[in-house]
């Protein structure tokens, strides 16, 4: 989805792995939102 997220709980995707354009600006941009996400994620466990 939009936020990078997979069906597992915690756990994100981004760059070629998500699908074409493959294309390294798209992979930036991807990981800077899984990232970002992926911190959200942990802190709430908290």
């Known amino acids: 989805n939009r936020q ?3 069906n ?3 756990v994100y995707a981004a760059g ?3 699908g ?4 390294v600006a ?3 941009g991807e990981g800077q ?3 970002l996400n992926a911190s959200r994620y ?3 466990l908290k």
């Open 8 to 10: 597992l709980p915690g």
């Open 4 to 6: 990078q997220e997979t």
């Open 20 to 23: 074409a354009p493959y294309q």
């Open 33 to 35: 939102v899984a990232g």
């Open 16 to 18: 070629d792995c998500t």
């Open 42 to 44: 942990v802190s709430r």
């Open 26 to 28: 798209k992979s930036v």
